[in-house]
């Protein structure tokens, strides 16, 4: 997954009514690193913010602050996002223990991997598992 200098090449971009919330939930429950957050003045919006796990990261702010993304992603629906851990029990023990709602147990999957499925505050679904994508070298 990753691109140039370490950096990832995709990265999921999601918006949130409660931008705040979403970054305690991903952090503390399930185990993001908030690497960057950037408020309006007035600290009332998320304008920008980058959480890692691992080698991969997702960017998120608040909805409703303007500008062109915030137009588009206008009623849009919530994503899913599949996310590599090593240790998928203790990071679902630790989602179960912050309150995350849980919509599938770690369970082994016929392909090798061990998976389970978890959704946040306002809707997206999120996939924690063993499973790593093998990615070839070539840039678009």
């Not at 304008?47 to 009623?75: I, P, T, W």
Request: aromatic content about 8%; proline content about 4%.
């Amino acid at each position: 997954m990753a691109g140039n200098g370490g950096r990832p090449s995709v990265c999921p971009t999601l918006l949130y009514t409660d931008a705040r919330a979403a970054i305690t939930q991903l952090t503390e429950g399930l185990g993001f690193t908030a690497t960057a957050v950037y408020e309006t003045a007035d600290g009332g919006a998320v304008m920008h913010a980058e959480l890692v796990q691992g080698r991969g990261a997702v960017m998120l702010g608040s909805k409703g602050r303007g500008g062109l993304f915030d137009s588009v992603m206008k009623g849009a629906g919530p994503c899913g996002v599949y996310v590599v851990v090593t240790d998928v029990d203790a990071h679902h023990r630790r989602a179960v223990e912050h309150g995350v709602e849980i919509l599938m147990e770690p369970t082994d999957q016929d392909y090798g991997s061990r998976d389970y499925l978890a959704r946040d505050l306002e809707g997206n679904v999120w996939s924690f598992g063993t499973y790593a994508p093998e990615i070839g070298g070539g840039e678009a």
